[in-house]
Structure formats: structure tokens, C-alpha cells
């Protein structure tokens, strides 16, 4: 039989999975116009629209995604909804680069940190609920890899300071916030920081 631990890091897993469909619109984003991609993501945000709906207003469960959603999501929008409003503005006003970076930083970031706070977490942050060390040191190492993939050659000597920041952003973020919905917060200030940033200095 499944302990409570192991269940809750397999319905982790399984959550993160959906997210990273998130590649997707990565792709797109280097082998299609952006209006195609804004397009296609206000679509999909109509259809999550559409199933939030169902599931909040209508009261009816939906097969296989219920089990999905988190209790703190019974009563309101699910964090794919704001994912994609991030994604949509990260999308429209960061570059390629940037937008790709904040992208991926909020779902494996936070996957990362997640995962390896509820499987290896022995290290509590005073004050701060269910946030672990070691999710939050996997999560910036995972950010700070995306980064260096996407932005190492975006300023030349002066990308590892960009890289850094928008990873310190989004570990900060995913560690202090609770009230708002991260998958909004992730993509729009670290992609705001690494896009300022660059400019700055370039």
C-alpha cells in the first residue's frame, strides 16, 4: 500500500507531466510567426476556459483531470489557466530567447522543486510552509541550466548576469509566494528581470 508521502509525489509527477506539454510552445516559438502562437495559445486558453466552467460553475468532474487538480483548486481557476496568461504576455512582450527561458523555468523549475522537496526534503525554510532546501537548490540549479540553454550567447560576456538573475527570480518567487498562482508570477517577473537586465547592459 501507498504511503500519503509516496501518493502525493505520484500525483506530483503526474500534474508536472501535463505541464511539460509546455515544450511545445517553445517549438513554436522558433518555427512559427508570433501571432500564430499568440493565436494558438488564446485558444487554448478558450478551451481551459471552457473546461474551468464545467468544472467550477457546472459542478461536474471530469474524467481523468479531477484527479489532477489540487484541493486548493477545487474552488477556483487551476494553475493552467494563469499558466497560459503568463505564457500569452511572456509570448507578446519578451523576446524569443527570454519568453522560452520563463517558459520552461516556471514548469521544470518548479517541477524540480516540487519533486525533490517532497522525495528528498529534510531542510524547512523557518516560516515559510512546505517549502524545503533542497527543492528550492534543485530548482534554481534546474533554472540556471535553462537559462545558460537559452540565453548563454543572448549578451555574450554579460549573459551568465541575465541567467542569474531570471533563475534567482524564479526560485524566489516559487519559494515566498502562496497567495497568487506562480505559474503567472514565474514567467512574468523573471522574464521581466532578464529583459530589463538585458537591455541595461547591452
Known amino acids: 500500500m501507498e504511503t500519503q508521502e509516496e501518493f502525493s509525489l505520484k500525483r506530483e509527477l503526474q500534474r508536472k507531466a501535463v505541464h511539460a506539454t509546455s515544450v511545445l510552445i517553445v ?15 488564446t485558444l487554448f486558453l478558450i478551451l481551459f476556459l471552457e473546461v474551468e466552467f464545467v468544472r467550477l460553475e457546472l459542478r461536474q468532474k471530469l474524467p481523468l483531470f479531477h484527479k ?8 477556483r481557476l487551476s494553475g493552467n489557466v494563469f499558466f497560459l496568461i503568463g505564457a500569452l504576455i511572456a ?3 519578451f523576446s524569443k530567447e527570454v519568453a522560452s527561458a520563463a517558459i520552461l523555468m516556471t514548469t521544470f523549475g518548479d517541477s524540480a522543486a516540487a ?11 523557518p516560516g515559510l510552509k512546505d517549502r524545503a532546501v533542497e527543492g528550492c537548490t534543485a530548482e534554481f540549479v534546474v533554472d540556471l541550466l535553462i537559462g545558460f540553454v537559452f540565453l548563454h550567447s543572448f549578451l555574450n560576456s554579460w549573459s551568465w548576469l541575465v541567467i542569474l538573475v531570471m533563475a534567482g527570480t ?18 512574468l517577473f ?13
Open 91 to 93: 509570448v507578446s512582450v
Open 68 to 75: 489532477l487538480y489540487r484541493e486548493k483548486e477545487a474552488e
Open 115 to 125: 519533486i525533490f522537496g517532497k522525495r528528498f526534503g529534510r531542510t524547512w525554510l
Open 170 to 187: 524564479a526560485t524566489v518567487v516559487e519559494t515566498v509566494v502562496s497567495k497568487i498562482d506562480d505559474n503567472l508570477l514565474i514567467p
Open 190 to 202: 523573471a522574464g521581466f528581470n532578464a529583459q530589463i537586465l538585458s537591455y541595461a547592459i547591452s
Open 27 to 41: 517549438v513554436f516559438c522558433y518555427f512559427l510567426p508570433k501571432e500564430v502562437i499568440l493565436l494558438l495559445l
